[in-house]
Structures are given as structure tokens and as C-alpha cells.
């Protein structure tokens, strides 16, 4: 686990949680030193894309079996900046695709729907 990815679980409010329909979810809260406010923008700070789906990323590895990788990210969409502070909701929806897993995942706030993606797993190769 890298910087980025200790500091976004260190965010986390509490475990994943599974809801009765299936859905992964956890809560975080960035403080307003996290690192990856750091330029992100100065004097006006916002929680960077790339957190988001770290976040969605680690939500929906707590429930993959076997060694993945993420293959891609699909159809994103954000739509709400996330300020310091403000408690975010990343929820996962996984489903298989031939070989692949996908996890349909959404980040929401106070303020309604934030971000939107679908991001793809794809079984670990092994180098020969």
C-alpha cells in the first residue's frame, strides 16, 4: 500500500459495510492536512478524482477474491466538488463481466450524487 492509499484508509469513518441489496459502502472524512489536498487546489481545496476512485477501489477489493488489477475506469462522471471535511459516502455494486469484475461505484455527500464511475478488474496475469 502506498502514501496515498494509508492516508485515504486512515480517512475511513469506519470497516465496508454490506447493505441487505449487496452494496459495499464506507464512509470517509478528509481532514483539512491530508496529503492529497496538497496543491489540489491551493487556497481552495477539493478532494482530487483520483481519491474517489481510490477509495471506490479499496471498497470494492475489500470484497474481490483472488489478485486483481484494475484494468480501467469506465463511464466517470464528477459532478460535486468534495471539500475538506464533509463526510463522503463511496458505495460499490460489483457484478462480473466475462473474466473481468466491475464495480459500479458512486460517491455521495449531503449534498446529493458526487461522482459516478464503473471501475474494472481483471485477473492478475503471471509473468513467465
Given amino acids: 500500500m502506498n502514501r496515498i492509499e494509508e492516508e485515504i484508509s486512515r480517512a475511513a469513518l469506519a470497516a465496508v459495510a454490506e447493505e441487505d441489496d449487496g452494496r ?17 487546489f491551493p487556497g481552495y481545496p477539493v478532494v ?21 488489477r484494475l484494468a480501467g475506469v469506465e463511464n ?6 468534495l471539500r475538506p471535511e464533509e463526510e463522503i ?9 466475462g473474466e473481468e469484475s466491475v464495480a459500479h ?3 455521495d455527500c449531503v ?4 461522482a459516478v464511475f464503473d471501475l474494472i478488474f481483471a485477473p492478475e496475469r503471471s509473468r513467465s
Fill in 24 to 40: 459495499l459502502l464506507r464512509r470517509f472524512r478528509f481532514s483539512p492536512g491530508f496529503v492529497g489536498f496538497q496543491g489540489h
Fill in 48 to 68: 482530487p478524482a483520483i481519491v474517489q476512485l481510490l477509495a471506490a477501489q479499496g471498497v470494492a477489493l475489500s470484497r474481490l477474491s483472488g489478485t486483481v
Fill in 76 to 81: 466517470a462522471k464528477f459532478l460535486i466538488q
Fill in 89 to 97: 459516502v463511496v458505495s460499490c455494486r460489483l457484478r462480473h463481466r
Fill in 105 to 107: 461505484a458512486q460517491v
Fill in 111 to 114: 449534498r446529493g450524487l458526487a
